[in-house]
């Protein structure tokens, strides 16, 4: 951490001190709501930590880009391949935290991920996928491999994988974004989106503007606000499982902010606003789906959103992720 960077983030948790007694910048029992930062259409308000969490909660869990670029995980076509299911092998010592949107390439077709999940240590699944890549059904380079694409798909993409659970809106939202990207291939593939250098230049703006907001000490999470209206609240059991897959979740929010109208004068929310989107899903039906040993992810629908929790047994104390989201 560099000087600036240091004397930044002290200055950040000095006033989340000062303002922690007063309860509406407080989103929950255990987080603060931090200063906004907003560029264009999209503002991210960073989600703090009260105090450092202990346990297993603290930063023990394997992301996908770490596990398959150290070979302690695997992503395989199933059998000869299915479309929307993939073998995963977690060969580590660790617990691994995959996230619903998560872009894999190679194989058959290129994938995301599908739900939010843990697979355990020394675990082999087979996981819920969704093919971003309609024109192709061959092996490519890697065989039956995947590899990751170092991103995650836009918002509107991984809504349809995470809570739609719909292989033909995903393709759908594939060929919008692509078409509104201007961008042709003959496989129909979001590849050139998950990994293309035009759409990098395209959202630079807003990671130079919205990034450092995420990047102070303590911070879990965000909630997010397009043209003022609260669509994702993401919250994180630890800062050391946020910072391993901010800058992946901050790119989805930018590469759906890039083709959304900006609104003049619209109203930033309230953090009233923030805990009244996130208690629309209190009392709805949670249901189991998926579960790995120790670990399951449910979901809960409300009006007009949809809530999404992954419980590790190992850490009883909060969800390790907990997700609402516009249900549109």
Not at 3 to 13: D, E, K
Not at 28 to 47: C, E, I, R
Not at 131 to 159: I, L, N, P, Y
């Amino acid at each position: 951490m560099d000087r600036m960077t240091g004397l930044l983030a002290v200055t950040f948790l000095g006033a989340m001190v000062a303002r922690a007694g007063a309860d509406e910048v407080a989103l929950d029992d255990d987080t603060l709501v931090g200063a906004p930062a907003t560029y264009k259409n999209l503002t991210f308000y960073p989600l703090v930590a009260r105090t450092a969490p202990v346990g297993p909660a603290l930063g023990q869990y394997l992301v996908l880009d770490e596990g398959l670029k150290s070979g302690a995980v695997q992503v395989l076509e199933k059998g000869e391949g299915e479309v929307n299911r993939l073998t995963l092998k977690n060969r580590s010592q660790k617990p691994l935290f995959v996230m619903s949107g998560e872009v894999v390439i190679g194989g058959k077709q290129d994938r995301i991920i599908g739900k939010d999940s843990i697979i355990g240590a020394g675990e082999t699944v087979d996981v819920p996928v969704y093919c971003v890549e309609h024109g192709r059904w061959t092996e490519s380079g890697d065989g039956r491999r995947f590899r990751s694409a170092g991103s995650m798909a836009d918002t509107q993409v991984r809504k349809q994988a995470a809570i739609k659970d719909s292989q033909s809106d995903v393709w759908r939202e594939v060929a919008a974004k692509n078409g509104k990207r201007g961008l042709e291939n003959q496989t129909g593939t979001y590849r050139q989106v998950a990994t293309g250098g035009d759409v990098a230049k395209a959202i630079q703006p807003y990671s130079e503007k919205l990034d450092p907001a995420l990047a102070a000490p303590l911070v879990v999470g965000m909630v997010v606000a397009l043209n003022g209206r609260v669509v994702g609240v993401e919250q994180f059991a630890a800062p050391a499982l946020f910072a391993k897959l901010r800058g992946k979740l901050a790119r989805s929010y930018y590469v759906d902010a890039l083709d959304q109208p900006v609104q003049a004068g619209a109203t930033q929310p309230t953090v009233a606003d923030m805990r009244g989107f996130v208690a629309k899903t209190a009392g709805g039906k949670e249901d189991v789906v998926v579960e790995h040993k120790a670990a399951r992810t449910t979901r809960q629908e409300g009006k007009g959103v949809v809530g999404s929790k992954v419980v590790d047994e190992a850490a009883p104390a909060k969800p390790v992720y907990k997700a609402v989201y516009t249900n549109e």
